[in-house]
């Protein structure tokens, strides 16, 4: 073996890890928020957590992947630390399908059929498919197939140079010499986890293992202590993903080192332990790659089994080893290492611009009650949302920007536009519903009483309002297209009921019925609850552009048809409804 055949296993294991950063990458793009909606779903019970876990990580073909991910989604709030136990034992379990791939290499015959089966001789056709799909498809779903394809035919090239440069090795004594230190458990444990953990990937770990295999010079003694090392270097993965998360966060990682260290552990005692009563003979056979893919297999199914009764006892034994923060924290907020799955990482800015349309939609509405029913309470509640929205605006928009300059899909790129534009007008909203909570605290503190006519006519503003809203964040929550189309004629409604509670108002004050102060604070509620209004009709035109982007929203809510009406049929209906009480 000269300079050359190193730098060719350099060079294919290179091959190897970027065809498999590929063809992942482009499996988590493909999924898209599925993955989050579903492990939110489908994390209620033990079993389901498994299977999903197992599922997850044979799709997106990356045990560290799914790891990350969860430590994102505890540190964020949106999974509780027993909820991934289970998924992560599973991650473990759908990791081994990529080793049965790549023992595929091994096989020898002479009929085509099964000559086919080895992927050296069906991953050029891939790679030719899936560079048409990338240069020749204008969507997005195609060449990201595309992409799956040649990330997978540029592992499959990376392997065969690595088989490639070690066919030498078979014929060196120094190697078959260095090879008998294996034969001590421990080393290959040692040599398996920190070898898995600088290349941060236990798939790729088997893969060169496997590549090893070829050789001919290793045995199942030698390869076994190795493959349980490799689960352990893993964790590395998880361990550097939980620096600066919270505790919680930390103790995810904590849960994969806990398990994947008792199993191993497990498994030496009770297979060495075999070995020194039965004497196993196959330990001295030789290993190939389909053997390395079993021995992998066994072990993360043997382990699973043994410690699936024990996830009560994983989730106390990773609190006891990260305890408690005795500080309080703040409310939970996104983590940076969603990022690595952008669309995970839309999905749950969704979810947590949903919340702030939640908080905001709450903050109004106190704010409302405060002009009939003033409430010192009620102001602390409403000053804390404001506090929160800013929060959230800051934040939220500042990950969205982030998450932007990711490569997404059409639809997973508009929903990021209408949660840019959606947030700016929550927080807008919670700025107008801080100043009509203002309005209301100058209306107690100065002892000021609107008439009863002004009165009777702001209860019939607020009730309009109180609709506008209600149908605005119900459209956005569900991402309603038509639901949001109803969101303009009331938008419209309240402008005309404005304009005229000011003609009214002006009256009033010329006939001595109403003083120049009140009509200050009136003129602020209305020109408040206006705002309101126009920011509810910038979130349902939102909804509209971003469910279609090729349609102009403003034709679409006057073409609207709904139940046989049409935009000015619906906004009379509306102003008939909210008619202002006669003077």
């Known amino acids: 073996m000269d300079i050359f055949s190193l730098l060719t296993l350099c060079g294919g294991l290179a091959f190897f890890l970027f065809g498999m950063h590929t063809m992942s990458k482009s499996l988590e793009k493909m ?8 492990l939110r779903k489908m994390t209620s019970s033990p079993v389901k957590s498994l299977l999903l876990g197992a599922g997850i990580t044979i799709a997106i073909q990356s045990s560290s992947a799914m790891t990350v991910m969860l430590v994102g989604l505890v540190n964020s709030g949106v999974m509780e630390l027993g909820q ?53 498809s204008k969507k997005p779903k195609r060449r990201d197939i595309g992409n799956i394809l040649v990330g997978f035919s540029i592992l499959m090239y990376g392997m065969e140079l690595m088989k490639a440069a070690m066919a030498p090795l078979a014929d060196m004594p120094e190697f078959e010499t260095l090879l008998t230190a294996f034969n001590n458990p421990l080393l290959g444990v040692l040599v398996g986890a920190v070898f898995t953990g600088v290349i941060q990937s236990s798939a790729a770990s088997v893969g060169i293992l496997q590549a090893l295999s070829l050789t001919g010079s290793l045995s199942f003694g030698m390869a076994i202590p190795i493959i349980m090392g490799q689960n352990i270097g893993t964790c590395v993965t998880a361990v550097l993903s939980s620096i600066g998360v919270n505790r919680n966060a930390k103790r995810v990682a904590m849960v994969h080192i806990s398990f994947n260290l008792i199993g191993t552990t497990v498994c030496l005692i009770l297979f060495y332990g075999g070995n020194l009563l039965f004497d196993f003979a196959f330990l001295d056979r030789t290993i190939d790659a389909v053997g390395i893919a079993f021995c992998h297999t066994v072990f993360n199914l043997f382990t699973t089994a043994i410690l699936f009764p024990f996830t009560r006892q994983l989730e106390k034994l990773a609190c006891w080893a990260v305890k408690s923060e005795t500080k309080a924290q703040s409310f939970a907020f996104l983590d940076p290492r969603l990022l690595r799955t952008p ?38 509640e409403i000053l804390s949302s404001e506090d929160k929205l800013d929060i959230y605006e800051d934040r939220l928009g500042s990950f969205l920007v982030e998450v932007s300059r990711h490569s997404m899909t059409g639809a997973t790129s508009r929903e990021v536009s209408r949660l840019l534009r959606a947030i700016n007008d929550f927080e807008r909203i919670g700025d107008h519903a801080l100043n009509i909570q203002e309005s209301a605290q100058e209306l107690r503190d100065k002892e000021l009483n609107f008439s009863d006519a002004a009165r009777d006519e702001l209860k019939v503003l607020v009730s309009a309002l109180t609709d506008t809203l209600d149908r605005t964040f119900a459209s956005f929550q569900e991402n309603d297209p038509r639901s949001a189309a109803h969101v303009e004629p009331m938008e419209e409604t309240i402008d005309r009921l404005t304009e005229e509670m000011r003609l009214r108002h002006t009256e009033r004050l010329q006939s001595g019925r109403c003083t120049i102060q009140l009509g200050f604070v009136l003129n602020d509620l209305l020109t408040n609850m206006e705002r309101v209004s126009d920011h509810c009709s910038n979130v349902a035109l939102c909804v509209i552009e971003a469910a279609d982007n090729s349609i102009d929203p403003h034709a679409y809510v006057q073409d609207l048809r709904a139940n046989g009406t049409t935009f000015a049929d619906e906004l009379r209906e509306d102003m008939n409804r909210y008619r202002l009480p006669r003077n």
């Not at 999924?31 to 579903?38: P, Q």
């Not at 947590?352 to 409430?375: C, F, G, K």
């Open 31 to 38: 999924a898209g928020g599925k993955l989050e909606r579903t």
């Open 84 to 136: 991934t136990i289970g998924v992560i034992m599973g991650s473990n379990v759908g990791t081994t399908l990529t080793a049965w791939i790549l023992s595929l290499s091994g096989l020898e015959s002479g009929n085509v059929w099964i000559q086919l089966l080895k992927p050296e001789n069906f991953s050029p056709a891939f790679a030719l498919v899936g560079i048409i799909l990338i240069m020749a």
């Open 343 to 380: 669309t995970m990482a839309v999905s749950e800015c969704t979810a947590m611009t949903n919340r702030m349309a939640q908080t905001t939609h709450e903050m109004l509405l106190l704010s409302l009650q405060q002009l009939w029913d003033y409430s010192p309470a009620r102001e602390a």
